[in-house]
């Protein structure tokens, strides 16, 4: 009888601790901390997304691609997906903007041309 009472008094799980256990078997060290990921899905990175109470798990970026070569590249992507990324940290398109194309990781910053397959 007693184990049946220490069930009832268990307090349930919460929603972060959850996703953080996911998060964990995944191989993430933390919510909403992205990791280069190593699998055969053709996504570069991946990240636990943590927000209002819910957890999402997302792959995103194309792997093997050179991204944010030049400023003018970066300007197009962040055109191209603007809304998406606007949808916030429940979107690849954010966490693609904030890992792989964040200005202090533009290679060629006095470089403003891009032209499409360069």
């Known amino acids: 009888m007693s184990n ?9 799980k919460s929603a972060r601790s959850k996703a953080l256990e996911r998060a964990k078997k995944k191989g ?17 990175h991946h990240v636990m997304a943590f927000e209002n109470k819910k957890g999402k798990y997302i792959k995103f970026g ?7 070569q ?27 903007d904030k890992v792989k194309w964040s200005p202090s990781k533009t290679k060629e910053k006095k470089n403003k041309k891009w032209r499409k397959g360069s």
Request: charge should be positive; proline fraction near 3%.
């Open 70 to 96: 030049t400023a003018g590249q970066r300007r197009a992507f962040k055109s191209r997906h603007r809304k998406n990324i606007k949808r916030g940290k429940m979107s690849a398109a954010y966490w693609a």
């Open 28 to 44: 993430l060290k933390g919510l909403n901390k992205p990791q280069r990921l190593n699998d055969d899905s053709g996504k570069s």
């Open 4 to 12: 049946w009472m220490d069930v009832l008094k268990k307090k349930p």
């Open 62 to 68: 194309q792997k093997g691609v050179k991204t944010n």
